[in-house]
């Protein structure tokens, strides 16, 4: 058996890829664009081309291949990703290898990772929340990812918040990702600031935020007050043992997660709220995940427990 796993995190702007060993060392990493303008069949023959070049740098056959994707996914199919555009492409499809394949959801498989090598390591059931472009969350139940019943679970960036808020895309009213997701942020103050004033970033909002900007610290203040009440209402239903903040937004460190904490305390009346934790892999989660899968596809149920985080922080770079 070859002594790597091809892994490869999908996403609508780029693709992640590396080489991740049976012991966890990453001896390859690269990135290329996903060509989604032209079309999903375009991005398939990317992804294939993408694994092709990844084995051939690894000297040859991977033992397996392990994919996060967007949109709603089986270990065996990607069923449907309104970003990208593709319907039910089975997992072989994707790889131009006869190996193992195994695909997985791009969120749960960054929370598989969190779970197994990252801040969720020695917690059985927790919540991964990266908020990012948008906001989806990986409920982990028992160590392992849940999707629900048709796949859709975790979309907690769909709980409306304010009902007689602001219109999300998804055609719901004041949805969670309306108002905290990072490019909601960035969209709802440059919105409100003077009509002479550039677009900004989130970065830039938690910089004038912190600086005492009243507009940034107004926005700001929404993100969390919304944030608050969509993990009350998680906590209340699943009870985790930790919430695990990911994503760019979560870069702000203390700015998001000590109001937050004490809002969500506050509306946590008569129980304790769970602990907030950083999450630990950053952009790395959803490749080491597919690595996971790339290695579970391979046979091996228990890949992970053992490798490093210090051998995970250091990857060579293509």
């Not at 890829?17 to 001896?27: D, F, K, M, N, P």
């Not at 107004?218 to 906590?235: K, M, N, Q, R």
Request: proline fraction near 6%.
């Amino acid at each position: 058996m070859s002594s790597f796993v091809v892994a490869l995190d999908v996403g609508g702007t780029s693709m992640k890829g590396g080489l991740v060993t049976r012991s966890g060392e990453i001896i390859r990493t690269d990135r290329r664009a996903t060509p989604r303008d032209r079309g999903p069949a375009a991005v398939v023959a990317t992804i294939r081309s993408f694994i092709d070049d990844l084995a051939t740098a690894g000297g040859g056959a991977p033992a397996g291949v392990g994919l996060a994707v967007p949109g709603l996914v089986t270990a065996d199919a990607a069923l449907y990703s309104a970003n990208i555009g593709w319907r039910d492409v089975p997992a072989t499809d994707f790889v131009p290898l006869d190996v193992p394949v195994m695909l997985g959801h791009d969120v749960r498989t960054g929370g598989l990772a969190e779970s197994v090598l990252g801040a969720g390591r020695e917690l059985s059931d927790f919540l991964f929340l990266p908020i990012g472009t948008g906001i989806a969350g990986a409920v982990i139940l028992h160590g392992e990812p849940y999707g629900g019943n048709t796949g859709w679970g975790g979309e907690i960036g769909h709980i409306p918040v304010f009902p007689e808020g602001e219109p999300c895309a998804c055609g719901q009213i004041g949805c969670l990702e309306t108002y905290a997701s990072a490019s909601a942020v960035a969209r709802r103050y440059s919105t409100r600031a003077t009509s002479s004033a550039a677009p900004v970033t989130a970065e830039q909002v938690a910089a004038l935020t912190a600086s005492g900007d009243p507009l940034a610290m107004e926005i700001w203040d929404e993100a969390v007050e919304a944030l608050s009440l969509a993990l009350a209402s998680y906590t209340l239903l699943l009870d985790p043992s930790a919430i695990v903040l990911g994503g760019g937004l979560a870069e702000a460190g203390s700015l998001l997660s000590v109001p937050l904490a004490e809002r969500l305390g506050k509306r946590l009346a008569f129980r304790d709220a769970p602990p907030l934790r950083q999450a630990a892999l950053g952009m790395s989660a959803g490749m080491l995940g597919a690595a996971l899968l790339g290695w579970r596809a391979a046979g091996f149920a228990d890949a992970g427990i053992t490798w490093s985080p210090d051998v995970l922080k250091t990857p060579r770079v293509a």
